[in-house]
């Protein structure tokens, strides 16, 4: 260590021991800023992953809205997908005989 200059008082031992007890308490009030503050972090990351998932919750059903509209939209306008989606729920005309087949028999 250099020699005190004038108007400087070499304090030694307990100088060094001061600017390390400052840096301590420096230390521990960042720290306890950071866990006061810890909380409102975690808080914000749940309602961001909340946000996302609703995100994509909005995106499928967006995309189910924009399946049903063209399905009735072709309801609506062709005949042959009409008369599909009538024959998939079990119809058939008057004169026609329907044969089902069951997975599985033995």
Known sequence: MAAP???????????WMNRVLVVLI??????????????????????????????????????????????IRLLKTD???LERKIRELGYARPDELVVTFKDGVK
Do not use: C, H, W
């Not at 004038?6 to 030694?12: D, K, N, S, T």
């Open 26 to 71: 420096v230390l521990a009030v960042l720290a306890g800023i950071g866990m006061s503050y810890l909380p409102l972090i975690q808080k914000n990351q749940q309602y961001q992953e909340r946000v996302q998932r609703k995100q994509a919750e909005v995106e499928r059903l967006e995309a189910e809205t924009k399946r049903l509209d063209t399905e």
């Open 79 to 81: 005949s042959r997908f």
């Open 5 to 15: 200059q004038q108007g400087e008082v070499e304090l030694g031992f307990f100088g």
